[in-house]
């Protein structure tokens, strides 16, 4: 069985920094596509960062600069730094993983997500 | 990038067809993918690269695309059905990810 768990979540004040962890089982993140995504309040989903199996990681424009995606392949966890937060990067942020190649890589399962607050 | 399209409400009466579209240039290259959220839960997939279902999501549940349009159908929408539907793919660049601004099922 698939499951994500995120955790690091919390209020910071503007300009902070966080990290974010989402612990995987059942399948292992370097073998995949692993994405985060994130939720404002009372908003849509929105794309954030995707690391491919090989490592190389792409950013939405609205993140690029202050957020880095990474995974420890021993741990089986994805992170993502985020620094130089924003009130306007207050939102729900969801780890999901992808299907393989034969679904074109599409996104499979989603973690509960972790709340990040940031507020002066 | 590329931008996906959602109306924002659909309504359907119970155990009637509903059906949700997204529309976007990127979906003539790219599948599309449909999520479930409910409120106060994380999302679940209920469709997959246009037309498959995961194991566990009902047989109700049925994905198509024509040109750059695709639609999530529901035939015979049940009271749980109601939850906001979102559709994701690649955009252009494939290398980037994009979701529509959802759409609000309401089963009446």
């Known amino acids: 069985e698939v499951l994500l768990v995120e955790s690091g979540g919390g209020s910071v004040q503007p300009g902070g920094s966080l990290r974010l962890s989402c612990a995987a089982s059942g399948f292992t993140v370097s073998s995949t596509y692993m994405s985060w995504v994130r939720q404002a309040p009372g908003k849509g989903l929105e794309w954030v960062s995707l690391i491919y199996s090989g490592g190389v990681a792409y950013y939405a424009d609205s993140v690029k600069g202050r957020f880095t995606i990474s995974r420890h392949n021993s741990e089986n966890t994805l992170y993502l730094q985020l620094n130089g937060l924003r009130p306007e990067d207050t939102a729900v942020y969801y780890c999901a993983s992808h299907y393989d190649s034969s679904a074109y890589y599409s996104l499979a399962y989603w973690g509960q997500g972790t709340l990040v607050t940031v507020s002066s | 990038s590329s931008e996906l399209t959602q109306d924002p409400a659909v309504s359907v009466a119970l155990g009637q067809t509903v059906r949700i579209t997204c529309q976007g240039d990127?979906?003539?290259?790219?599948?599309a993918n449909w999520h479930q959220q409910k409120p106060g839960q994380a999302p679940i997939v209920v469709i997959y690269a246009e037309k498959n279902r995961p194991s566990g999501i009902p047989d109700r549940f049925s994905g198509s695309s024509s040109g750059n349009t695709a639609s999530l159908t529901i035939a015979g929408a049940q009271a749980e059905d109601e939850a906001d539907y979102y559709c994701?793919?690649?955009?252009?660049?494939?290398?980037?990810?994009?979701f529509g601004g959802g759409t609000k099922l309401t089963v009446l």
């Open positions: 994701n793919s690649r955009d252009n660049s494939g290398n980037h990810w994009v």
């Open positions: 990127s979906l003539r290259s790219h599948y």
